[in-house]
């Protein structure tokens, strides 16, 4: 089952808090979410995807599959957690003057 969230606004700890449903339809090691990010200037954007990872049969961690710990949900109410983060690697080209000498 695929559901979306929209217009989430973060705290002042960037932290999203929301609810995905509750009862029966969560189950451990069923959720898996994708988080779009972008830095503070909105120039880099990409999705962070996180997937529950139980710590028993009503609370889970919310990790990334790197194995970092960035939320918690609790199967029970649905409520979610999160302080997405994404590590991305950019590069870019660097120009450095130089001085050429030439002799004839």
Known sequence: ???????????SNQKLSFTIGTGAAIQPNSVELSIPVSDQLGQNTGTTKVIDVPINSTIGNLVTNTGEIQGTID???GAV???PILIT???KQV???TTV???A
């Open 1 to 11: 089952m695929s559901k979306t969230k929209s217009a989430i606004a973060p705290d």
């Open 75 to 77: 199967y029970t109410t």
């Open 81 to 83: 957690e999160v302080m």
């Open 89 to 91: 690697k950019q590069f």
């Open 95 to 97: 120009y450095t003057p």
């Open 101 to 103: 000498y030439g002799t």
